[in-house]
């Protein structure tokens, strides 16, 4: 599992030189909630927890989580990534990545006879319900998201023949509703909450009674690390985003912090990707990291603005609690105790 490199709730004074002797610390804000979700953390765990148990190879569809850090640590181990189930050796053990998969996939596997395991995160699941019982319903469905996404992928195959992909408020005008009165519509689980909702109050305007689904589809995560993006462009003058650039929801804190009022944000990869004219005149940095982001990439940046002349003083901002956890496949669970 990953963990953190370092303690939370204190502050911590990078060493100052003598030439900088006269250098105000920098200021850093380091957001909590930050990092993986639980979804992240069931999937990642998965994959570990199958190579410990199976053994190499453990296939893997598509990248587990969106993060390059996390697949190449994984590939390290023996894990292979592949971008169909039909790379897999017949009789092969293949993972089902966080975003989910169509039910062509689920079916194809069974058919070549591979061992399966699922690390869909459980929240991108209750999509598929939905999308799996409005279609029963024969209602009209409309699926807010971004093209191309591996969640939105898989959600579509669920309803291909009643389902309709939108991205925007223009994608809506131009939708083409057989009966306003029978319509449904589900997100994509990481987009930006504001984002999401623009467009569900435009399909709202073109059907009042469009059916949407029974608890808000972006992830608890996403909204908490947005809701902090916000809290950083507040109060910092620059917010560095911890993430992938192939990860939505890291991509999509940017842009909040971005509209929230940051003089300035950005998506670092790693600590490599941090360019030192960016802090040019700042006195506060707001740091977090998207929710397939390891924390050890978060310990690397702070060193960083530590060691710069001055040091830093980093505080934790904590937005919101998190304690959810999502339960792990029967066949990876570890036996009970004797007694239990």
């Not at 395991?117 to 939905?130: G, Q, R, S």
Request: contains cysteine; proline residues 6%; negative net charge.
């Amino acid at each position: 599992m990953w963990s953190a490199e370092y303690a939370t709730g204190a502050s911590y004074t990078g060493a100052v030189t003598d030439a900088a002797v006269t250098t105000r610390p920098l200021t850093v804000l380091l957001a909590a909630p930050r990092g993986f979700c639980a979804g992240v953390d069931r999937a990642v765990d998965i994959v570990e927890r199958a190579l410990r148990r199976y053994g190499p190879p453990v296939y893997v569809r598509h990248a587990i989580v969106h993060n390059t850090r996390v697949v190449d640590d994984l590939r390290a181990r023996g894990a292979v990534f592949v971008e169909d189930e039909n790379e897999v050796p017949e009789g092969g053990l293949v993972v089902f990545s966080a975003h989910g998969v169509p039910p062509q996939v689920r079916e194809n596997a069974a058919r070549r006879g591979l061992r399966t395991i699922d690390a869909t995160c459980p929240l991108v699941t209750k999509v598929h319900l939905e999308a799996d019982r409005y279609a029963r319903q024969g209602r009209q469905l409309v699926l807010i998201g971004h093209a191309g996404h591996q969640e939105v992928i898989g959600t579509m195959g669920h309803a291909p023949e009643s389902m309709t992909l939108v991205e925007d408020v223009d994608d809506v005008a131009g939708l083409e509703l057989a009966d306003p009165d029978n319509v449904a519509y589900l997100s994509q689980t990481t987009l930006a909450v504001d984002e999401a909702a623009t467009v569900v109050d435009a399909l709202r305007a073109r059907a009042p009674n469009a059916r949407g689904p029974r608890g808000d589809d972006i992830c608890y995560a996403t909204q908490n690390r947005q809701d902090a993006a916000r809290v950083l462009a507040d109060r910092a003058d620059l917010v560095l985003v911890v993430g992938s650039g192939h990860s939505s929801n890291s991509r999509r804190m940017v842009e909040v912090a971005l509209a929230a009022g940051a003089p300035a944000a950005h998506l670092v990869e790693d600590v490599d990707a941090i360019r030192e004219p960016w802090l040019d005149g700042v006195a506060t940095v707001g740091l977090t990291s998207g929710a397939s982001a390891p924390e050890v990439l978060v310990a690397g940046v702070l060193d960083r603005l530590r060691a710069r002349p001055g040091g830093a003083i980093v505080e934790e901002l904590r937005v919101v609690d998190e304690d959810v956890r999502f339960a792990l496949p029967a066949e990876l669970r570890d036996p009970a105790p004797p007694g239990d």
